[in-house]
């Protein structure tokens, strides 16, 4: 039965188009809108790991430096918008390399980048709990088989396993793809 943001149709056209160009299912982009901002546009997030991702990916590289966010992490590496996409992964999908931080939080910009950076998770991992875990946390970490964000990973399923389950509640039809 779904449940909350699960209800939400309002993206899922969105959903459709930008899985179908990544061979995703759309039910699955949706469920990791729903784990990611509960289907809100207008979410943002700055976490302790996006400041390491700053310090890994961004600070000393000199690619960066003459960049006009170079020094704000807090920008760079902040997650914005449905699919809570940073500007570092955005640009690494096409974002233009000095465009507003801001255009993140629109939703065909979120959703394009959110799904390339699946996308591409998946063709390189061939796996998509792997490509989830890959797309949380920018590694995937595996202890005693599990991952290391196992809890996020398995939320999105479930609630992928529940839209599969309902049938496509919103009758619009069904985004075959990986994970299908």
């Given at each position: 039965?779904?449940?909350?943001?699960?209800?939400?149709?309002?993206?899922?056209?969105?959903?459709?188009?930008?899985?179908?160009?990544?061979?995703?299912?759309?039910?699955?982009?949706?469920?990791?809108?729903?784990?990611?901002?509960?289907?809100?546009?207008?979410?943002?997030?700055?976490?302790?790991?996006?400041?390491?991702?700053?310090?890994?990916?961004?600070?000393?590289?000199?690619?960066?430096?003459?960049?006009?966010?170079?020094?704000?992490?807090?920008?760079?590496?902040?997650?914005?918008?449905?699919?809570?996409?940073?500007?570092?992964?955005?640009m690494e999908c096409?974002?233009?390399?000095?465009?507003?931080?801001w255009a993140l939080?629109?939703?065909?910009?979120?959703?394009?980048?959110?799904?390339?950076?699946?996308?591409?998770?998946?063709?390189?991992?061939?796996?998509?709990?792997?490509?989830?875990?890959?797309?949380?946390?920018?590694?995937?970490?595996?202890?005693?088989?599990?991952?290391?964000?196992?809890?996020?990973?398995d939320g999105i399923?479930?609630?992928?396993?529940?839209?599969?389950?309902?049938?496509?509640?919103?009758?619009?039809?069904?985004?075959?793809?990986?994970?299908?």
């Amino acid at each position: 039965m779904l449940t909350g943001c699960e209800l939400i149709d309002r993206y899922d056209d969105l959903y459709k188009l930008e899985a179908a160009k990544w061979g995703l299912d759309w039910q699955c982009v949706k469920a990791l809108a729903c784990t990611e901002s509960s289907q809100d546009e207008t979410q943002s997030a700055y976490r302790r790991g996006n400041r390491e991702m700053y310090l890994r990916l961004i600070d000393g590289k000199d690619r960066w430096k003459a960049h006009r966010y170079y020094g704000r992490p807090e920008i760079l590496c902040r997650a914005y918008g449905l699919l809570q996409v940073t500007y570092v992964v955005a640009m690494e999908c096409g974002f233009p390399r000095e465009g507003d931080w801001w255009a993140l939080y629109g939703p065909a910009v979120n959703v394009a980048c959110g799904c390339a950076h699946l996308g591409r998770a998946l063709a390189r991992f061939k796996n998509l709990s792997s490509a989830l875990a890959y797309y949380n946390a920018g590694r995937v970490n595996v202890t005693d088989g599990k991952f290391e964000n196992q809890p996020y990973v398995d939320g999105i399923m479930q609630s992928f396993g529940r839209f599969q389950e309902a049938g496509n509640p919103t009758g619009l039809g069904h985004g075959g793809g990986a994970g299908a």
